[in-house]
T-cell receptor, first 114, second 109 residues
């Protein structure tokens, strides 16, 4: 158990819908990362937050958005869902968001868009 | 050409064998991570390297910054080591992780 929690574990929805994925980092970790793992593209970095502020942006679509709240939990919002958005979405956390730090991964949310 | 390439893509071994998984990258990096992904999907961080060598139990990770290459070794492999092993690099020019495609390891009893 990494100490990072993600909800829900599984999500099935239809094209065009909007969903929210939630992540709670390890106690004491200030930085949260979101990753997408799809069958055809492997693991991809989406976005990073540090203490409520966006720190780095990766291959995140405009239909997706995220935020980190004052209690440090983070939410990833996916809207106008397409079939290709079906994937495993991982959240990870680290203490200060530095390159040299270990990231601790949550169990992931498996999203299926029908 | 991917910025991070792993070899082999698939590896099958007998229990007890010594295993090596390789990772080559083409960008300047500040750190390299080795991750393990179990069949259920969960990801565990094994090592973070910026130079030299690290050891944890039967796992050893090395990195050669000049050659832009890292290796993950598993000694006395066991069926429970069966998983996907993923190499990821943190580029010096940014703060995102770039991932290799992973190596599927199967260790047979």
């Amino acid at each position: 158990d990494s100490g990072v929690t993600q909800t829900p574990k599984h999500l099935i929805t239809a094209t065009g819908q909007r969903v929210t994925l939630r992540c709670s980092p390890r106690s004491g970790d200030l930085s949260v990362y979101w990753y997408q793992q799809s069958l055809d593209q492997g693991l991809q970095f989406l976005i990073q937050y540090y203490n409520g502020e966006e720190r780095a942006k990766g291959n995140i679509l405009e239909r997706f958005s995220a935020q980190q709240f004052p209690d440090l939990h983070s939410e990833l919002n996916l809207s106008s869902l397409e079939l290709g958005d079906s994937a495993l979405y991982f959240c990870a956390s680290s203490v200060a968001g530095l390159a040299e730090e270990t990231q601790y991964f949550g169990p992931g949310t498996r999203l299926l868009v029908l | 050409k991917n910025e991070v390439e792993q070899s082999p893509q698939n590896l099958t071994a007998q229990e007890g064998e010594f295993i090596t998984i390789n990772c080559s990258y083409s960008v300047g990096i500040s750190a390299l991570h080795w991750l393990q992904q179990h069949p259920g999907g969960g990801i565990v961080s094994l090592f973070m390297l910026s130079s030299g060598k690290k050891k944890h139990g039967r796992l050893i990770a090395t990195i050669n910054i000049q050659e832009k290459h890292s290796s993950l070794h598993i000694t006395a492999s066991h069926p429970r080591d069966s998983a996907v092993y993923i190499c990821a690099v943190k580029e010096t020019s940014g703060s995102r992780l770039t991932f290799g495609e992973g190596t599927q390891l199967t260790v047979n009893p």
